[in-house]
Nanobody, 108 residues
Framework: QVQLVESGGGLVQPGGSLTLSCAASGTISYIAWYRQSPGNQREFVAHITTGGNTDYANSAKGRFTIFRDSAKNSVYLQMNNLKPEDTAVYYC?????WGRGTQVTVSS
């Protein structure tokens, strides 16, 4: 059984930065970040494997960085140059396990 808890969301101005955290209990392997905004389907943002390989959605490339701290059993999503269209609830997942999400709002 894996439990995932996201944190670090909040309100930020366009161009600002946030770092989201995903704290895990239990053994995790592949961790992905997804996001969902009102009226839209949940979409992939980034993932990282146990070997450290990463992949990003086109919307995240060049602005977001996913990394992990194995000692803390946590995965992070550093988000820079945030845009209003990044506003969403962000979830971390190690399928079939999902966290409950953290809200990110980008607005002036």
């Amino acid at each position: 059984q894996v439990q995932l808890v996201e944190s670090g969301g909040g309100l930020v101005q366009p161009g600002g930065s946030l770092t989201l955290s995903c704290a895990a209990s239990g053994t995790i392997s592949y961790i992905a970040w997804y996001r969902q905004s009102p009226g839209n389907q949940r979409e992939f943002v980034a993932h990282i494997t146990t070997g450290g390989n990463t992949d990003y959605a086109n919307s995240a490339k060049g602005r977001f960085t996913i990394f992990r701290d194995s000692a803390k059993n946590s995965v992070y999503l550093q988000m820079n140059n945030l845009k209003p269209e990044d506003t969403a609830v962000y979830y971390c997942a190690d399928p079939p396990y999902w966290g409950r999400g953290t809200q990110v709002t980008v607005s002036s």
